[in-house]
């Protein structure tokens, strides 16, 4: 898989790939992650990508040009399954969602600033705005790197345990049964004896029960949206 990132800040972006499952997943060749400045397809001599709002709103608006030459430069290499934006008014970022991305080729993300971007990109040339939680961040680098963090680690091959990542809280609308590692007590405070009996079919029944008493318990609205 390859992912586009257009910011105006790409430094601020590169440490959340640089390290642990999702540095890896790129040394492996499991998905590759390019940056690409904005201010790079600026047209004017001082770089700007932002100006005045029309109609006397308040707050500087991410010109149409910029990103529509940053966009149609990509755009001339590959072809691409999906243009992202990122903003709090796009669909709420989820597991399934993550699902659905993990299985695409080639994806852009733009990341948002100011007041956001002009409408006629969200209207031509968007196909999919995603926001990660109902609060409004400075800018959508760190969207981007949620979405980002969130698909990779589910392409096969990644994690190498793969059903580890089956496994996660929400990969079938359930929280995660709770883990423990060693000691097996620890200042009085014991782990589950069934987890240390080696019945396997006994573990794995009870670690389904934990995850839906926990689920019932944490967030059963994910219960309501099955039935
Ligand atoms: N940009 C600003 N706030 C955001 C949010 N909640 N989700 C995605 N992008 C954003």
Redesign the pocket.
């Known amino acids: 898989m390859r992912i586009d990132i257009i910011t105006i800040f790409p430094e601020l972006l590169k440490s959340p790939f640089g390290h642990s499952i999702i540095k890896r997943a790129q040394e492996k060749g499991h998905v590759e992650i390019h940056f690409h400045n904005l201010r790079d397809y600026a047209t004017n001599k001082h770089k700007s990508v932002d100006d005045y709002a029309f109609g006397g709103e308040a707050g500087m608006v991410m010109m149409i040009e910029p990103i529509d030459r940053a966009i149609t430069a990509l755009k001339e290499e590959r072809n691409y399954d999906e243009i992202i934006y990122?903003?709090?008014d796009?669909i709420k970022?989820n597991q399934k969602e993550a699902n659905k991305l993990a299985t695409l080729k080639n994806i852009i993300i733009l990341?948002?600033h100011y007041k956001g971007i002009d409408q006629r990109i969200r209207d031509h040339i968007i196909t999919k705005e995603?926001?990660?939680?109902?609060?409004?961040?400075?800018?959508?680098e760190?969207?981007a790197a949620v979405i980002i963090n969130g698909l990779v680690r589910i392409i096969p091959g990644v994690i190498s345990d793969e059903t580890s990542a089956l496994t996660d809280s929400f990969q079938d609308d359930l929280l995660a049964p709770p883990v423990y590692t060693r000691p097996s007590e620890y200042k009085g405070w014991k782990v589950p004896d069934i987890l240390l009996s080696g019945n396997f079919k006994e573990i794995d029944k009870w670690k389904e029960d934990q995850s839906y008493k926990r689920t019932k318990c944490l967030r059963p609205d994910l219960l309501d949206e099955q039935e």
């Open positions: 990122t903003s709090p796009g970022y990341c948002g995603i926001s990660i939680g109902d609060y409004v961040l400075t800018g959508g760190l969207a």
